[in-house]
Nanobody, 126 residues
Framework: QVQLVESGGGLVQAGGSLRLSCAAS????????MGWFRQAPGKEREFVAA????????YYRDSVKGRFTISRDNPENTVYLQMNSLKPEDTAVYYC???????????????????WGQGTQVTVSS
């Protein structure tokens, strides 16, 4: 079993930055695809970013490209999401997730992932 714990959320003004962290425990996730999803009130959970096991491949939803950066530190069993130039529409609960294996573009789907954190709230004020 893998436990994922997010941290780093909070309240920030539009244009500001936050760095989310996701600490994994229970077993190493160094070979896992890791991702971040978010869910705003009344909306479905949506893909934000994903990273392959080595960090050599990263994927982003269009609305965060150029503003968000996903990265990982395998020796520390931790994944990060650096969020810059935040906008009010980025307000949501952000979830860290991981999967032992994902084929093709299924990383876009929440059902492709095996483990989820409890989420951390990000609120961007205008």
């Amino acid at each position: 079993q893998v436990q994922l714990v997010e941290s780093g959320g909070g309240l920030v003004q539009a244009g500001g930055s936050l760095r989310l962290s996701c600490a994994a425990s229970g077993r190493t996730v160094s070979t896992y695809v890791m991702g971040w999803f978010r869910q705003a009130p009344g909306k479905e959970r949506e893909f934000v970013a994903a990273i392959n096991w080595s960090g050599g491949s990263t994927y982003y939803r269009d609305s965060v490209k150029g503003r968000f950066t996903i990265s990982r530190d395998n020796p520390e069993n931790t994944v990060y999401l650096q969020m810059n130039s935040l906008k009010p529409e980025d307000t949501a609960v952000y979830y860290c997730t991981g999967a032992a294996r994902i084929l093709g573009t299924y990383y876009l789907l929440p059902t492709a992932y095996d483990y989820w954190g409890q989420g951390t709230q990000v609120t961007v004020s205008s």
